[in-house]
């Protein structure tokens, strides 16, 4: 099993930024496809971030992109998260996945390992 732990969720003011971090273990980061995902109090987890294995592809949704931006740090062993400009419909439940398939993905099925979750809340 993978271990990943997530950290850097938070109350923000809209508008402002922040940035999540998750850090795996149990095998080899680079071989993994990361990705970041959401859920809020009543709603489906949906998909918010995904990179490739060696960081050199990544996918947004629609809903974040332009506002977010995932990177990754193979020789840290972390993925990250930046969100700016933040919104209160970005208020969730953020969990950090990955993949040992497929070298990138947003589709949570295809997703092996998750996080526990770390909460961001933005206020208006």
């Known amino acids: 099993q993978v271990q990943l732990v997530e950290s850097g969720g938070r109350l923000v003011q809209a508008g402002g930024s922040l940035r999540l971090s998750c850090t795996p273990s149990?095998?080899?980061?680079?071989?993994?496809?990361m990705g970041w995902f959401r859920q809020a109090p009543g709603k489906e987890r949906e998909f918010v971030a995904a990179?490739?294995?060696?960081?050199?592809?990544?996918y947004y949704a629609d809903s974040v992109k332009g506002r977010c931006t995932i990177s990754r740090d193979n020789a840290k062993n972390t993925v990250y998260l930046e969100m700016n400009t933040l919104k209160p419909e970005d208020t969730a439940v953020y969990y950090c996945a990955a993949a040992e398939g497929p070298i990138v993905t947003r589709k949570q099925y295809e997703y092996n390992y998750w996080g526990q979750g770390t909460q961001v809340t933005v206020s208006s």
């Open positions: 149990g095998r080899t980061f680079s071989t993994l496809a």
């Open positions: 990179i490739s294995r060696r960081g050199a592809i990544t």
